[in-house]
T-cell receptor
Framework: KNQVEQSPQSLIILEGKNCTLQ??????????LRWYKQDTGRGPVSLTI?????NTKSNGRYTATLDADTKQSSLHITASQLSDSASYIC??????????????FGKGTRLSVIA | ETGVTQTPRHLVMGMTNKKSLKCEQH?????MYWYKQSAKKPLELMFV???????ENNSVPSRFSPECPNSSHLFLHLHTLQPEDSALYLC???????????????FGSGTQLSVL
């Protein structure tokens, strides 16, 4: 069964500190992996998209890594800011029979950055 | 802003009411989606429309009825809902409906629905 597991469920860090969020998946055949940021009361916004051949991608202070062999990804946030407080959702795309790519969503990690 | 606008932002309705959620995208995309987001659960895909044609109905109960009059507008008509239908309903759009490998999904801010 295609699944995406994220850890931890929630995390509290001090402003200015770094943190790493984890994502493990069993989706097959793998197409790509995405990280989304979802602020409270808003829809998810794309941070990064990585295909099989990419093992790292950055977007400002966000750096995502992908190990397609172990089916793991991480999202590293550097020098956290209060505005980083949000849910971070890992989403894995699989190749569909018709060529579509059904998305498999994780439950997300709730990050709180405090002053 | 993501270019996808949803109204209303909040909705409270009784189980016998009929209401509609509206979504509009200004991105020139050809595919639109409805997702349901319940507390502590992953996003659940409900419906997909490609070029105004419904291409996916993810076993959604008939009390949810989608309508896509054109590629820019998507509605979700609600009637005789249950309390367990309370959730955040998210609309999204994409260029080709997932046919491109790295195609991004753009979400609206959602409608927070409470069924009493």
């Amino acid at each position: 069964k295609n699944q995406v597991e994220q850890s931890p469920q929630s995390l509290i860090i001090l402003e200015g500190k770094n943190c790493t969020l984890q994502c493990n998946y069993t989706v097959s055949p793998f197409s790509n992996l995405r990280w989304y940021k979802q602020d409270t009361g808003r829809g998810p916004v794309s941070l990064t998209i990585m295909t099989f051949s990419e093992n790292t991608k950055s977007n400002g202070r966000y750096t995502a890594t992908l190990d397609a062999d172990t089916k793991q990804s991480s999202l590293h946030i550097t020098a956290s800011q209060l505005s980083d407080s949000a849910s971070y959702i890992c989403v894995v795309s699989a190749w569909g029979i018709s060529g579509n790519t059904p998305l498999v969503f994780g439950k997300g990690t709730r990050l709180s950055v405090i002053a | 802003e993501t270019g996808v606008t949803q109204t209303p932002r909040h909705l409270v309705m009784g189980m016998t009411n009929k209401k509609s959620l509206k979504c509009e995208q200004h991105l020139g995309h050809n595919a639109m989606y409805w997702y349901k987001q319940s507390a502590k659960k992953p996003l659940e895909l409900m419906f997909v429309y490609n070029f105004k044609e419904q291409t996916e109905n993810n076993s959604v109960p008939s009390r949810f009825s989608p309508e896509c009059p054109n590629s820019s507008h998507l509605f979700l008509h609600l009637h005789t809902l249950q309390p367990e239908d309370s959730a955040l309903y998210l609309c999204a759009s994409s260029q080709t409906g997932g046919k491109a490998t790295n195609e991004k999904l753009f979400f609206g801010s959602g409608t927070q629905l409470s069924v009493l």
